[in-house]
DNA sequence: CTATTTAAATATACGCGTATAATATATATG
DNA sequence: CATATATATTATACGCGTATATTTAAATAG
């Protein structure tokens, strides 16, 4: 709670005293420091890059940081959310087409190719050391998140040539994004075998996933 | 390498200094402090006890403790031990029956009731905090752990009536043991909700799963 | 009994994330 | 221009796990 303001009620009268830094000059500061620790975790990962270097890139001290994030796991989960960002704004630019299975096709190719294409991101996301299951559990438990995957649950029910109750969508849903993982993860982690082509793979997988 | 051994060319012949500490008291030494840390775990949680704490309680210093374990996390991993091998030596005591079916639920039905009579061991093993997914993976990926959930395996494969190939073996051992948790997991974290008996939930889940 | 040697235990130190206290800065007031 | 005040930043400190250095203990040799 903020007195000074209290006190204020309401009228921007002048007050005594250092003014606080405007949202514009926070948010500045905030895209500096995630733009820094997202550089700094991609080339020497999460676990490595302590606080007190962080800052040190910044130029500032390691308490300064508390100030504009909750702490070292607040500023990852940031960079998670930019992230899913990125993906979703990517998978919302196409536009769906006549034929739903194409389409439910394009946008599961589109999301494996975001993470060939994004491999610093995809371990930033889901291979950063020294993260917690429940540390993760909490950020998926984001509304937003979940709600952004409904993109590929929506595509599926209406490429789906019966009707799907709630819990065989979810099933197949799950199972997709399971399956489109499997393929990101191993075209990423086990690069040097020669998988079948990516787009290959998810096409095969949409096309079993929609006659099961 | 202890080069005093080494010198010694296997003869043994008395020599200098102080005696290293014989594999008895060794192990007695480690009990004490597996013995300790369980409880104050069970207690007040992994994460919540400290190296210096727990040396505390057993008179020591810090320090000592890493004489006989690698870290806090090999203290933790040396009480997943113990408790597998608790929960495999009350299974291996169960005598196969002449109907594999009836030997499997029985099996089965061990296994759940000894999380519910245990739930200190099964806060231990899959609850406590602050434990990352490789630091789990790590224990897990010990080939002892996996070769006795064979136990499962083996009655499963005796009970199906129809000849099971390795992926569906693995298929339905890997459910089995999904639904034997899940029953654990709710009786023990959800213990208020009226579940159905825990005996009679094994029972369906094998009958459904021998007619899948 | 003293000196020497080896192992066990302890003391000290380190960098970590972050809590708390102190200082610096940017304003208004008189 | 000096003072007062509120905020931002920095300095200091804490307990953590554990690395490293030092001390203590237990033995043998002479």
Redesign the pocket.
């Known amino acids: 709670m903020?007195?000074?303001?209290s006190?204020k009620t309401g009228a921007k009268?002048?007050?005594?005293?250092?003014?606080?830094?405007s949202d514009a000059?926070?948010e500045e500061?905030k895209a500096l420091i995630a733009k820094t620790a997202q550089q700094l975790f991609n080339e020497e990962g999460y676990?490595e890059?302590?606080?007190?270097?962080?800052?040190q890139e910044i130029?500032?001290?390691?308490?300064?940081?508390?100030?504009?994030?909750?702490?070292?796991?607040?500023v990852l989960q940031t960079l998670w959310g930019s992230v899913f960002d990125d993906l979703f704004r990517a998978l919302d630019a196409l536009h769906p087409e006549k034929d739903p299975a194409k389409y439910l096709t394009t946008l599961s190719t589109a999301y494996v190719q975001y993470w060939l294409q994004h491999t610093d991101h995809y371990r930033l996301v889901f291979m950063a050391e020294g993260v917690t299951q429940p540390e993760v559990s909490i950020f998926l438990d984001n509304p937003d998140i979940i709600a952004r995957f409904m993109i590929f649950g929506d595509a599926l029910s209406n490429a789906s040539k019966h009707g799907l109750d709630q819990d065989q969508l979810k099933l197949k849903l799950d199972l997709l994004i399971c399956v489109l993982h499997g393929i990101a993860h191993n075209h990423i982690t086990i690069s040097g075998y020669p998988w079948s082509s990516p787009d290959d793979l998810v096409r095969v997988a949409i096309d079993g996933l929609l006659a099961a």
Chains 1, 2 share one sequence.
């Open positions: 903020n007195p000074a303001m006190k009268a002048p007050r005594r005293g250092r003014p606080a830094m000059k926070k500061m676990a890059i302590s606080m007190r270097r962080l800052a130029g500032c001290t390691p308490m300064t940081l508390y100030n504009y994030y909750g702490g070292k796991l607040d």
